[in-house]
């Protein structure tokens, strides 16, 4: 059964910091990850995808890195602004083959401080 | 563009009642899903479905059911609620590989259920 770990639980950085959020999944055999943010009582925003042939992925100031062969993802966020505060989860495909489902770590409540 | 719509937004209900969450995307995807979270245990999947047609259990499925009778549409039932179901939903939709996709996930903004 595919695991995914979401360290740390809780950031908290100063406005203009860059940071790392980190990912860890137990089953090496995904097709893809998908890195989503949740503002507190709303759903949740695609942030990323970065297919298993893919490396890392850009979007604005954000950066996601892939290496299957550790089970790891990396989240990178630069010059971070207070809009930035919200909760980031990373998601992979349940394991097996013909598997969409995804699975989810607990997240990391992120906090900008002003 | 809507994307995934839900309803209701919130619901209180009394334990041992039905009710049916509705969800509606409109971006053709062939693939939708439940979600509950819960403080805690994070996000986990209910059921699920492929394509119009098909179901399948995900990891949390007992005390739901679920049906698909076209693309658009996956609504979620509770056939006799309990206050363990107290939780958030979320609905979302994908475009599976196979079909051309990417499989990326989209997701509603969710019904908040109390179950009292």
């Known amino acids: 059964k595919q695991e995914v770990t979401q360290i740390p639980a809780a950031l908290s950085v100063p406005e203009g910091e860059n940071l790392v959020l980190n990912c860890s999944f137990t089953?090496?055999?995904?097709?893809?990850l998908q890195w989503f943010r949740q503002d507190p009582g709303k759903g949740l925003t695609s942030l990323l995808l970065?297919?298993?042939?893919?490396r890392e992925q850009t979007s604005g100031r954000l950066n996601a890195s892939l290496d299957k062969s550790s089970g790891r993802s990396t989240l990178y966020i630069a010059a971070s602004q207070p809009g930035d505060s919200a909760t980031y989860l990373c998601?992979?495909?349940?394991?097996?083959?013909?598997?969409?489902?995804?699975?989810f770590g607990k997240g990391t409540k992120l906090s900008v401080i002003p | 563009i809507a994307g995934i719509t839900q309803a209701p937004t919130s619901q209180i209900l009394a334990a041992g009642r039905r009710m049916t969450l509705r969800c509606t995307q409109d971006?053709?995807?062939?693939?939708m899903y439940w979600y509950r979270q819960d403080l805690g245990l994070g996000l986990r999947l209910i059921h699920y479905?492929?394509?119009?047609?098909?179901?399948g259990k995900g990891e949390v499925p007992d005390g739901y059911s679920v049906s698909r009778a076209n693309t658009d549409d996956f609504p979620l039932t509770l056939a006799s609620a309990v206050p363990s179901q107290t939780s958030v939903y979320f609905c979302?939709?994908?475009?599976?590989?196979?079909?051309?996709?990417?499989?990326?996930?989209?997701f509603g903004p969710g019904t908040r259920l109390t179950v009292t």
């Open positions: 979302a939709s994908s475009d599976i590989e196979g079909s051309g996709g990417s499989n990326e996930q989209y």
């Open positions: 089953d090496s055999a995904i097709y893809n």
């Open positions: 970065i297919q298993s042939s893919q």
């Open positions: 998601a992979v495909p349940y394991s097996g083959a013909g598997s969409y489902q995804l699975t």
């Open positions: 971006m053709r995807h062939n693939a």
């Open positions: 479905s492929n394509t119009a047609g098909t179901t």
